[in-house]
């Protein structure tokens, strides 16, 4: 299987159980309620601030009701789609801790990972987040080689309904 296909596969699949996964949680994310301001379950359109010099990442970030995020992210050519775990730790505060394998762009060998904790606070109106954490950055063999700071934002992404 070429390294194309073996992209191609993996985001499919990614996708696959994104839309599953979405399916799941939009009872809980589909409008701004009373609640909704304290509920992370949903889809979210985040920016992730990486260290300089790297630009900042775009990403579609799936948190369902039952702990669980899937996140496919604007470079897939160096990396696989995030699985992670998250809990809420009181109020409007959750951790998340998320892993994805990464790869060589240009080889397509496998590098290693990287494990994200965060700490996500949800605004008082439920449509934004921000976060901050650290990314440790592992290599094939299991090795941490670096930990280094992120943060961001992220906007809940709405259903437009048709007139």
Known sequence: MTRKTK???TLACAF?????VAG???ATAGTASESAGNQLAGT????VNRPAPLPPL???QVYTGEGSMVESANDSASRSPQYASWVRVHGHEYAATGIFFRFDP????FLGKQKINRTIVVSEDGQSFTFSGRATVY???GNALATVPVGGTGQ???VETQP
């Not at 696959?16 to 599953?20: D, G, I």
């Not at 979210?44 to 920016?47: D, L, N, Y």
């Not at 240009?106 to 060998?109: K, L, R």
């Open 7 to 9: 992209v191609m596969a």
């Open 16 to 20: 696959a159980v994104a839309a599953t």
């Open 24 to 26: 799941g949680s939009i």
């Open 44 to 47: 979210w359109s985040v920016t």
């Open 58 to 60: 775009q990403s579609l």
């Open 106 to 109: 240009q080889t397509g060998a």
């Open 139 to 141: 290599d094939a063999n």
């Open 156 to 158: 809940r992404l709405e």
